[in-house]
């Protein structure tokens, strides 16, 4: 018996869990779809993606899930024998390791909170990540570092793709646009300088991106808005 | 006589209004609400995240935990005493059983996904309107999941087989009454709760649900456009 296939959806509609997607051995479930038999179903809140014969769903929320050389913005949380252990805004701690923080000598014994102190911010990068997801971090390479100063704000880490933009497109913009020190982590966390109105103008911008992520023509979108709200600077 | 006309004037095989909205809580990482005639449920969904103490935690997968409670002032006059009872605690963990079967949480080995249902308003079907705000929640929370949920409330009412009853039909004297609250995972059509109060014959009972399976259709469209409606354009 031969059924013939079929798609029932659009490139990027809005799918929720059980969704039938396609029907068929025509398409191949991706990330995010599950196939039962012939069918192809959702299994997250999200958009589809098809690329050829592959269905994806890109979710539309969900908490950060730790992947392999994302660079990410923790708080130090808590301080031991061998590092520091990092809140990574996902359901997991990370730790930073001495060995991994710095290529200064430390000697042993000494007091790590000169270092990085409880409740300190860091741009970190993840070194390692385990099926039990223990993750470890780095700070020694170009770009990590503490943060001091700024503010962190918090946003749905699955919109961070299109905070940043093809290229860091968007970002930049924002950045050229206000004149802020902007770091973006994967995880959803966002450090900001700059002064006190610009720094409110991009977060108004990171906000509406987020609201609006799943909207087509949003770099046009965003360029309008920015250069509207600019005169008020 | 027997139950000729239903006390609200609904056909026998017709739910009350229902309606449902997503992500009605922004602390929490999923929420929703709820509601099928004057039951009225909030769900809120926290995690994945940590899960204290230790010894819960589950190294091959992570663990759903829900709980159920009614509002103080949620019943019909008298007080509800608030916090954990023998019934809220049995509710609580029908939910959760109802659930997992659609969740998916072998990403979040040692981690927890907390569900917390709140209800402002009860006239019966308490626990169907739990899982249903749940499962949105869920959902909008983000959590892989193969399916949603829907559940209701069957029964019979002196001689007539019916679909979701409301207090005054629960409370029925004249008649033998059953209530069998069931819920449904589409895909598949399973039934992931069966509980039943009352007296009912097998023939009866299977005739109910499969009334039950034939509603349940108008409940999931009802989830899914919730789910669908958080992300129109609003322009």
Same mark, same amino acid.
């Given at each position: 018996?031969?059924? &013939?296939?079929?798609?029932?959806?659009?490139?990027? =509609?809005?799918?929720?869990?059980?969704?039938?997607?396609?029907?068929?051995?025509?398409?191949?479930?991706?990330?995010?779809?599950?196939?039962?038999?012939?069918? @192809?179903?959702?299994?997250?809140?999200?958009?589809?993606?098809?690329?050829?014969?592959?269905?994806?769903?890109?979710?539309?929320?969900?908490? *950060?899930?730790?992947?392999?050389?994302?660079?990410?913005?923790?708080?130090?949380? =808590?301080?031991?024998?061998?590092?520091?252990?990092?809140?990574?805004?996902?359901? *997991?701690?990370?730790?930073?390791? @001495?060995?991994?923080?710095?290529?200064?000598?430390?000697?042993?014994?000494?007091?790590?909170?000169?270092?990085?102190?409880?409740? =300190? *911010?860091?741009?970190?990068?993840?070194?390692?990540?385990?099926?039990?997801?223990?993750?470890?971090?780095?700070?020694?390479?170009?770009?990590?570092?503490?943060?001091?100063?700024?503010?962190?704000?918090?946003?749905?880490?699955?919109?961070?793709?299109?905070?940043?933009?093809?290229?860091?497109?968007?970002?930049?913009?924002?950045?050229?646009?206000?004149?802020?020190?902007?770091?973006?982590?994967?995880?959803?966390?966002?450090?900001? =300088?700059?002064?006190?109105?610009?720094?409110?103008?991009?977060?108004?911008?990171?906000? &509406? @991106?987020?609201?609006?992520?799943?909207?087509?023509?949003?770099?046009?979108? @965003?360029?309008? *808005?920015?250069?509207?709200?600019?005169?008020?600077? | 006589? /027997?139950?000729?006309?239903?006390?609200?004037?609904?056909?026998?095989?017709?739910?009350?209004?229902?309606?449902?909205?997503?992500?009605?809580?922004?602390?929490?990482?999923?929420?929703?609400?709820?509601?099928?005639?004057?039951?009225?449920?909030?769900?809120?969904?926290?995690?994945?995240?940590?899960?204290?103490?230790?010894?819960?935690?589950?190294?091959?997968?992570?663990?759903?935990?829900?709980?159920?409670?009614?509002?103080?002032?949620? /019943?019909?006059?008298?007080?509800?005493?608030?916090?954990?009872?023998?019934?809220?605690?049995?509710?609580?963990?029908?939910?959760?059983?109802?659930?997992?079967?659609?969740?998916?949480?072998?990403?979040?080995?040692?981690?927890?996904?907390?569900?917390?249902?709140?209800?402002?308003?009860?006239?019966?079907?308490?626990?169907?309107?739990?899982?249903?705000?749940?499962?949105?929640?869920?959902?909008?929370?983000?959590?892989?999941?193969?399916?949603?949920?829907?559940?209701?409330?069957?029964?019979?009412?002196?001689?007539?087989?019916?679909?979701?009853?409301?207090?005054?039909?629960?409370?029925?004297?004249?008649?033998?009454?059953?209530?069998?609250?069931?819920?449904?995972?589409?895909?598949?059509?399973?039934?992931?709760?069966?509980?039943?109060?009352?007296?009912?014959?097998?023939?009866?009972?299977?005739?109910?649900?499969?009334?039950?399976?034939?509603?349940?259709?108008?409940?999931?469209?009802?989830?899914?456009?919730?789910?669908?409606?958080?992300?129109?354009?609003?322009?």
């Amino acid at each position: 018996m031969t059924h &013939k296939s079929a798609l029932f959806v659009k490139d990027k =509609d809005v799918v929720v869990p059980g969704e039938h997607l396609a029907q068929g051995m025509d398409y191949l479930p991706g990330l995010g779809t599950y196939r039962k038999g012939e069918v @192809i179903l959702a299994e997250r809140l999200g958009l589809i993606n098809l690329e050829g014969r592959a269905i994806r769903v890109i979710a539309l929320s969900g908490k *950060y899930m730790p992947k392999l050389n994302d660079v990410m913005i923790g708080k130090v949380v =808590d301080v031991t024998l061998n590092g520091w252990r990092i809140e990574t805004n996902s359901a *997991y701690t990370a730790m930073l390791s @001495i060995k991994d923080a710095t290529s200064e000598f430390i000697s042993r014994g000494s007091d790590l909170t000169k270092i990085f102190a409880l409740g =300190d *911010y860091v741009v970190a990068k993840i070194v390692n990540v385990t099926s039990q997801k223990l993750i470890d971090l780095t700070t020694k390479a170009p770009g990590l570092k503490k943060l001091t100063g700024g503010r962190i704000i918090k946003v749905n880490p699955n919109k961070v793709p299109r905070i940043i933009g093809k290229q860091g497109s968007m970002i930049s913009m924002i950045k050229d646009t206000t004149g802020c020190k902007i770091t973006v982590g994967q995880n959803g966390l966002i450090w900001l =300088d700059g002064e006190p109105k610009s720094e409110v103008l991009a977060i108004k911008t990171i906000r &509406k @991106i987020e609201d609006e992520a799943h909207l087509s023509g949003l770099t046009d979108k @965003i360029k309008l *808005y920015l250069e509207e709200q600019k005169k008020d600077l | 006589m /027997g139950y000729s006309q239903r006390f609200d004037g609904r056909k026998f095989d017709e739910i009350r209004p229902i309606e449902a909205k997503a992500g009605v809580i922004k602390n929490a990482d999923g929420s929703a609400f709820f509601r099928i005639g004057k039951t009225t449920a909030y769900a809120a969904v926290y995690g994945p995240r940590d899960l204290y103490p230790k010894f819960m935690q589950d190294p091959s997968k992570g663990i759903l935990r829900c709980n159920y409670s009614m509002m103080p002032f949620s /019943g019909q006059g008298d007080r509800v005493r608030p916090g954990q009872n023998r019934r809220a605690r049995e509710i609580s963990m029908v939910t959760e059983k109802a659930l997992l079967p659609v969740v998916d949480l072998v990403d979040f080995p040692n981690a927890v996904v907390d569900v917390f249902i709140e209800l402002p308003q009860t006239d019966a079907g308490s626990r169907c309107a739990g899982i249903c705000a749940a499962s949105i929640a869920l959902a909008d929370a983000g959590i892989p999941m193969r399916d949603l949920v829907a559940a209701v409330s069957v029964g019979k009412v002196h001689d007539k087989v019916l679909v979701d009853l409301d207090y005054n039909e629960e409370a029925y004297e004249d008649g033998p009454v059953a209530d069998v609250p069931i819920a449904i995972i589409p895909s598949t059509e399973e039934i992931s709760l069966l509980q039943m109060d009352g007296e009912i014959s097998k023939e009866e009972l299977l005739e109910a649900i499969a009334l039950g399976k034939k509603v349940i259709n108008q409940i999931i469209e009802v989830q899914r456009k919730a789910l669908k409606d958080k992300y129109i354009v609003k322009d």
